[in-house]
């Protein structure tokens, strides 16, 4: 399969000893977290989710987002994005769904000290909430892009090539078309991101077949089968797809 290709779906520290990671401490709950408190591993998981503090910034943020339903990125999930952000010295990166600004606070924390994010998100409201977040830490305007409006009407007016990263954390049933122009965005060595891959654990669960699971299994095969990338699955939070475009 072509790099550029992704096939269309269609169709409907201070860390304390804790014993299974909650809703209420890193948001989005990983899908290793939900098999329950008694399975073996539970506690380590929740030792590598809760590895890294949280600025005040993002968990403000955090809580803002839970306010108004905007699912933020789990704490292992945000320190991801960090760590493949400064990995790739990552200058320009697009994010499709702003959320509450958790994610994007996360990517800046990895950015070049010159690097721009575009985020984009159909909901003002977010938008609202992660342009307060990045000012709370000092980030100045010119260094974040927050673009209102439908990621398929305004992605492909963004220019080929010209981007280090691309997260997608937005409508699942979209993430194939999603996928499709990352990849055009993105630049050779670029990383395309794509978090809820594991969608609380039903994508590994095969008697899960409702549209938005059907959907994301259809885009993880599709990278994973795809020759211009190399592509790996994450459990971090609720599942981190990583893909270098090559």
Do not use: C
């Amino acid at each position: 399969m072509p790099a550029g290709q992704v096939l269309a779906h269609h169709g409907h520290s201070g860390f304390d000893r804790v014993n299974a990671v909650s809703t209420s401490e890193v948001g989005n709950v990983p899908a290793s977290a939900s098999v329950g408190a008694d399975h073996p591993n539970a506690e380590t998981w929740s030792y590598a989710e809760l590895f890294h503090e949280e600025s005040a910034a993002a968990a403000e943020a955090r809580e803002a987002g839970r306010a108004f339903g905007a699912v933020p990125v789990s704490r292992g999930t945000a320190s991801t994005l960090t760590v493949l952000a400064k990995a790739i010295n990552a200058r320009a990166v697009v994010e499709v769904g702003s959320g509450a600004g958790v994610s994007g606070l996360a990517l800046f924390a990895g950015m070049q000290p010159d690097g721009i994010l575009t985020s984009v998100d159909i909901e003002a409201e977010h938008q609202n909430a992660a342009r307060n977040a990045f000012r709370t830490v000092g980030i100045p305007n010119q260094r974040f892009r927050l673009i209102a409006g439908a990621a398929l009407t305004v992605l492909p007016k963004l220019s080929d090539g010209a981007y280090d990263l691309v997260l997608i954390d937005a409508d699942k049933l979209e993430y194939a078309e999603y996928s499709e122009q990352a990849l055009r965005l993105l630049r050779p060595g670029g990383l395309l991101v794509i978090d809820n891959s594991l969608w609380h654990n039903k994508t590994a669960d095969p008697a899960n077949t409702d549209d938005e699971t059907e959907a994301i299994r259809h885009t993880l095969t599709a990278i994973r089968e795809n020759e211009g990338l190399v592509s790996t699955l994450l459990p971090t939070g609720d599942g981190l797809l990583v893909a270098v475009k090559l």
